[in-house]
């Protein structure tokens, strides 16, 4: 009998720093950087980002959350034989931060890595577990999306630090017999890396270059409206369904223009997408999970439905994972 993978859990956390737009406003103005809450709203739907405080790091994120989707299966730490972190930034350069959420939760001894692939790192990752589950290789996973972006935001370029928060969103992902995950479909394209990029490196004992977020929004803005339709139209595809037949399309919380943008390609009206963009800004790999868990604790994202979630950010990387919750 065939083995599929299915989320059997959900969880997020995010951190108890909020800033509304107002606040970031009074913020930044203090550096001479102008900007308002009128910009902000209408260009993105972004009211508001969490950043964590100076002594939080991705893995405290990522473990909360972890808990969290833990306690909704109903398994124990112990049960869980794979976690991956989705994450553009990482505690440190190695070991994985993966690595550092197994002993924080005490799950040791099971395999536990690092995908990066920036705002599409968690159906990436989810993608992989997936496929780790359907061939034997793992049981219980742990999927996680979880980002510190604040440590990487250049405060006096308005065009990019109004737009990122921190946070981070878990699934447990275990083998059933009923699927679960029914198709993925992940793209990359490396000629685009300049768009988006932390250009710098550690070398010799110091940082080689800018440690800082780099964005062409508007090139990155043109590229997700195309890429995230086809991702979602040849996930379908190979699932023998249709967009009519989703319940909810979870896509990335970058901003609420491209959501509506996809929503009207995919012909789904707005109230089937779940949108959390508002409440926490883009949190890059952990705004696909922290949207799932939104949606699941609400209630409006019931066991049964169909699920689209889709993924789009610096690489250029893009991809889509329809599922049956
Ligand atoms: O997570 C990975 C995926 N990332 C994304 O999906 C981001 C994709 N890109 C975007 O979401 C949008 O391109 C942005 C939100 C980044 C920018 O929105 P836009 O409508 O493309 O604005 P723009 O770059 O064309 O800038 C319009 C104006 C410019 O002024 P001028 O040249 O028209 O006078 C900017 O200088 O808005 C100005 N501007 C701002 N004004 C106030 C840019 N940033 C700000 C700001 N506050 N924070």
Redesign the pocket.
Known sequence: MRRYSRITGTGSFLPPRKLTNADLVEQLAKTGV???DE??VE??GIRARHFAADDVSCSDLATAAARRALEAAGLAASDIDLIIVATSTPDMVFPSTACIVQNKLGANGGAAFDVQA??SGFVYALTVADAMIQSGAANNALVIGAEVFSRILDFKD??TC??FGDGAGAVVLQASREPGILASDLHADGKHVGI?CVPGHVSGGSITGDPLLK?D??A??KL?VGVLEEAALAALAKAGKQAVDIDWLIP?Q??I??MQSTAKKLKLPMDKVVVTVDQHG?T?AASIPLALDAGVRSGKVKPGQLLMLEG???GFTWGAVLLKL
Do not use: K
């Open positions: 102008e900007t308002s910009w902000i260009r993105t920036v705002c308005r065009t109004v737009l988006l964005m929004g508007q990155v803005f997700a990335h970058a901003n223009r491209i883009n890059s789009v950010g610096g």
